[in-house]
């Protein structure tokens, strides 16, 4: 039989018991277990050897399998860890658009704001940043084991330049509009005045793009006057939402009988609780269960919670631990130039960007008298 051959359970049972066979016959008559035997009670012996004999099978039969298991979930931590190595290199990428904003700094790659989300949407083969180093790796692992590590952000916002800006030189930041990282990074390399520089460039995009946008609306043709008095008299009508709670919260208070409200009132009840979960215990479970390792969890009044931050503190973990392998991964792409694969990289969208900012600003320039380029 071929190793590759797929087996029937017949084929498989056989081949089990073979194996079985085998490594019985080799622990009754291998001559150190005979000697270290002789320690024992004899009537232990028989059932001793088929238990010994049974556990070395199932290691041989289901050793590689449960190691394959190991090692897959090993590798989805390195696959995340190597995914946070982008946010280095976006750190990078938005000082140099504040500096570019604040006009000390050029690029012929970039003309206009809309092209630093370009490169932020394919952020390993942006041509003009350094590579990642040990030093931003180690700093990138001292800030995930810090109380601050930002477990998920919105990858589409690393280089929203004005929310960043606005939210961080602002009182406060409920909505976490700037990234952790970008916090920690200016706190350990003195770079919180990039934050606070002039935002002269965009200014004058701003301008430009006023000029064409209200050039667009004075050339909106004026509607017909109706000549229906019954349609140009009634008011306009509030837009029924079917998806605003509030809404389907009145019609069922006012519109349906006891019996329906109570049965919403506590489908509304459990639906909150569900939706308030975190996170998908049982994937969460699963995580930490195809790992083999023990790790605590702290005593809490909310269960959901101390498992949350158990979840948490050992995702935190493994990150960091697969960090420094997913950076020799990341330097032998570099070195063997195998391109690097953005997977939330969608060229038309960001295309379609390019095109109406392009073309907005070219337009505010002609309407001011000034030639119809990018040079300003």
């Known amino acids: 039989m071929g190793d590759d051959k797929i087996l029937t359970e017949v084929e498989k049972k056989l081949r089990a018991q073979k194996l079985y066979d085998e490594i019985m016959e080799k622990i009754q008559h291998e001559q150190p277990f005979a000697e270290e035997l002789k320690k024992y009670s004899a009537s232990g012996k028989q059932q ?10 199932y290691a041989v039969q289901w050793g590689n399998m449960y190691y394959g298991i190991k090692q897959a979930a090993e590798s989805w931590w390195l696959d995340e860890a190597f995914e946070r190595l982008k946010e280095i290199q976006q750190k990078k990428l938005f000082d140099i658009q504040c500096l570019w904003h604040a006009e000390q700094y050029t690029l012929p790659q970039i003309q206009l704001s809309v092209h630093f989300y370009k490169y932020g949407k394919n952020i390993f083969n942006c041509p003009f940043i350094e590579p990642v180093t040990a030093a931003e790796v180690d700093l990138y692992i001292a800030y995930v084991n810090s109380k601050n590590f930002q477990f998920d952000f919105n990858f589409n916002n690393w280089q929203n330049f004005e929310e960043i800006r606005s939210a961080f030189n602002g009182d406060n930041d409920e909505d976490g509009k700037v990234p952790e990282w970008y916090r920690f990074y200016n706190s350990h390399t003195g770079k919180n005045s990039y934050m606070s520089l002039p935002d002269i460039r965009g200014e004058k995009e701003r301008f430009y793009k006023q000029l064409a946008e209200e050039h667009d609306k004075s050339n909106i043709p004026e509607p017909l006057e109706s000549t229906s008095p019954e349609l140009s008299s ?15 919260d009145y019609f069922v208070a006012n519109f349906e009988d006891k019996e329906t409200q109570n049965t919403y009132k506590k489908y509304k009840l459990m639906s909150r609780a569900v939706d308030q979960r975190e996170y998908d215990y049982r994937a969460m479970v699963q995580t930490l269960a195809s790992h083999g390792e023990i790790w605590p969890i702290d005593d809490h009044n909310n269960w959901r919670l101390a498992f949350n931050n158990c979840y948490n503190n050992y995702r935190k973990y493994k990150i960091a631990e697969a960090l420094p392998l997913a950076y020799e991964q990341y330097k032998m792409y570099r070195e063997m130039n195998i391109p690097f694969e953005e997977k939330e990289h969608n060229s038309q969208l960001v295309e379609k960007l390019e095109e109406i900012d392009t073309s907005q600003v070219l337009m505010g320039r002609k309407i001011n008298n000034e030639p119809e380029d990018l040079n300003f």
């Open 48 to 57: 001793f050897y088929e238990h010994l004999a049974k556990e070395k099978q």
């Open 234 to 248: 009634e008011p306009e009508k509030p837009f029924l939402s079917a998806f605003d709670p509030g809404v389907i």
